[in-house]
Each structure stands twice: as structure tokens, then as C-alpha cells.
């Protein structure tokens, strides 16, 4: 059975106090990890895809890496808009898609 | 807006009620999917449409009942809920249901069962 497990599940940062949130998974053959950005009430907002470990993503002040066993979200000088719940999911060999419970990041002004 | 479209935004309805939750998707996406989000707990897949066929069913019970009448339109039934049934109900669509393939999520249906 798949597992998607992220650490930690709450993150307070200072405006501009760079971090990293952690996904680490079991996956029957990786076909895909994903991070969404999920804000209260709302849907999970697409972020990025990984396919292969050594890969890397960017987008402004967000970049996802991965490895064979885990994927960082890492935030480099975090503005209190990118406050949120981020959420990693696997895609496995049978095409089922597993989340983790999310890490809840509040950056504070 | 991500593309696709669930209504109601908010529903409170009591045990005895039947309501249906209804989701469009604009993309031109093949596979569409309800996923139940509860308070601290990961996203529960509950049912996956592929072309119109119900490929998934993930040990739901029946109380909820899908639909899918065609490729951008989902369904979902709802009759003699319970309180633990409350929780944002999320539709989801992708190009296929195959590898590699990201997921969009509508904005959910904040249910309460009272």
C-alpha cells in the first residue's frame, strides 16, 4: 500500500525566514509526485510534477526537488501570501493517487 | 479559476434529505474524480470516472451514489447522511486517468449534516 507522510505538520516562519517542507513516500513504481497549495475553504491549486529523483522544479519563491524516497518544497524568502496548506500526492503503477496530510505553513509579517 | 466548476459552494442538509452535489469541468479532461476531505485527514478518494465508466470505488458506502452522464459533468447523490459525513467534498479532473497526469480540483462543497 502506498504512503505519503509530510513533516512538519505545521510550520511558523518569519516574512523572508527561508525553510523547507519534507514528503516522504512508499510507491509501487512512481509515476508521478505532485504538490498542490491549498488555502482554507478553497481546492487544492496545482503546483508542480516530479517524475524522476535528481529532478527539479521552480516557480518564484517555491522549488521542488526529489529523491528516490522523498520530494522537498523548499521556500526561499516566504511572504505571508504564500501562507497555506501544501500537499504532496504519488501516482503510482495502478494510477491510484495518494495524498499525505499536508503541512499547514503560516508566515508571519 | 482552475476549470472546473462544483455547486453548491456550502450545503447543510439534515439525516433524512436527499441533495445532489454537481461538478463541470471546462478542460476537455477524460477522467473525473470525488474526494472527501475531512478535518486533519488526508485526501479520501471515493470515486473515479473514466470516459464516462466508474473505474474506482473505493469501499463507499452507499449512501453516496455517483453519476456521470457525460465527460464534463459529475454527480454526486447524497441520501440518509450522517453527521460524520460532514466535510469539504472535492471534484477533481485530469487528462486521462493514466501516469503522469496532474490532477485539477474544483473548490469544493463545504457539506454539513446536522
Known amino acids: 500500500e502506498d504512503q505519503v507522510t509530510q513533516s512538519p505538520e505545521a510550520l511558523r516562519l518569519q516574512e523572508g525566514e527561508s525553510s523547507s517542507l519534507n514528503c516522504s513516500y512508499t510507491?509501487?513504481?512512481?509515476?508521478?509526485l505532485f504538490w498542490y497549495r491549498q488555502d482554507p475553504g478553497k481546492g487544492p491549486e496545482f503546483l508542480f510534477t516530479?517524475?524522476?529523483a535528481g529532478e527539479e522544479k521552480e516557480k518564484e519563491r517555491l522549488k521542488a526537488t526529489l529523491t528516490k524516497k522523498e520530494s522537498f518544497l523548499h521556500i526561499t524568502a516566504p511572504k505571508p501570501e504564500d501562507s497555506a496548506t501544501y500537499l504532496c500526492?504519488?501516482?503510482?503503477?495502478?494510477?491510484?493517487?495518494?495524498f499525505g496530510g499536508g503541512t499547514r505553513l503560516m508566515v508571519k509579517p | 479559476e482552475t476549470g472546473v466548476t462544483q455547486t453548491p459552494r456550502h450545503l447543510v442538509m439534515g439525516m433524512t434529505n436527499k441533495k445532489s452535489l454537481k461538478c463541470e469541468q471546462h478542460?476537455?479532461?477524460?477522467?473525473m474524480y470525488w474526494y472527501k476531505q475531512s478535518a486533519k485527514k488526508p485526501l479520501e478518494l471515493m470515486f473515479v470516472?473514466?470516459?464516462?465508466?466508474?473505474?474506482e470505488n473505493n469501499s463507499v458506502p452507499s449512501r453516496f451514489s455517483p453519476e456521470c452522464p457525460n465527460s464534463s459533468h459529475l454527480f454526486l447523490h447524497l441520501h440518509t447522511l450522517q453527521p460524520e459525513d460532514s466535510a469539504l467534498y472535492l471534484c477533481?479532473?485530469?487528462?486521462?486517468?493514466?501516469?503522469?497526469?496532474?490532477?485539477?480540483f474544483g473548490q469544493g462543497t463545504r457539506l454539513t449534516v446536522v
Open positions: 477533481a479532473s485530469s487528462q486521462s486517468r493514466g501516469a503522469s497526469t496532474e490532477a485539477f
Open positions: 510507491v509501487s513504481g512512481l509515476r508521478g
Open positions: 516530479l517524475y524522476s
Open positions: 500526492a504519488v501516482r503510482d503503477a495502478g494510477n491510484m493517487l495518494t
Open positions: 478542460l476537455g479532461h477524460n477522467a
Open positions: 470516472y473514466s470516459l464516462e465508466e466508474r473505474v
